[in-house]
């Protein structure tokens, strides 16, 4: 089994910044991709930020704020966000797509971080 541990959520006003970490650990073969999501209640799951290959791809609605960042020695994935506005409070999540051997490969979840942007 593999484990994803976040941290770094929090409490920030609008225009302020915080950095999300999640670190992935357990029966690892490779990792070959993490993600960002974010839920808030009443809504669906939304897509933040990916990296996978050497590449990254961000919602529209971040793109210019948010910055996915990944440590393969430490099998960690980043998220830096900036500017943040009021419509960024959500629960965000950690997700890897991980081989845990070379013929089996399972998508993780990590338990979520609130992220709260008000004044």
């Known amino acids: 089994q593999v484990q994803l541990v976040e941290s770094g959520g929090g409490l920030v006003q609008p225009g302020g910044s915080l950095r999300l970490s999640c670190a992935a650990s357990?029966?690892?073969?490779?990792?070959?991709?993490m993600a960002w999501y974010r839920q808030t209640p009443g809504k669906e799951r939304e897509l933040v930020a990916i990296?996978?290959?050497?590449?990254?791809n961000y919602a529209d609605s971040v793109k210019g704020r948010f910055t996915i960042s990944r440590d393969n020695a430490k099998n960690t994935v980043y998220l830096q966000m900036n500017s943040l506005k009021p419509e960024d409070t959500a629960v965000y999540s950690c997700?890897?797509?991980?081989?845990?051997?070379?013929?089996?490969?399972?998508?993780?979840w990590g338990q979520g971080t609130q992220v709260t942007v008000s004044s």
């Open positions: 357990g029966s690892i073969f490779r990792i070959n991709g």
């Open positions: 997700n890897a797509d991980v081989s845990t051997t070379l013929f089996t490969r399972t998508s993780f």
């Open positions: 990296t996978s290959g050497g590449r990254t």
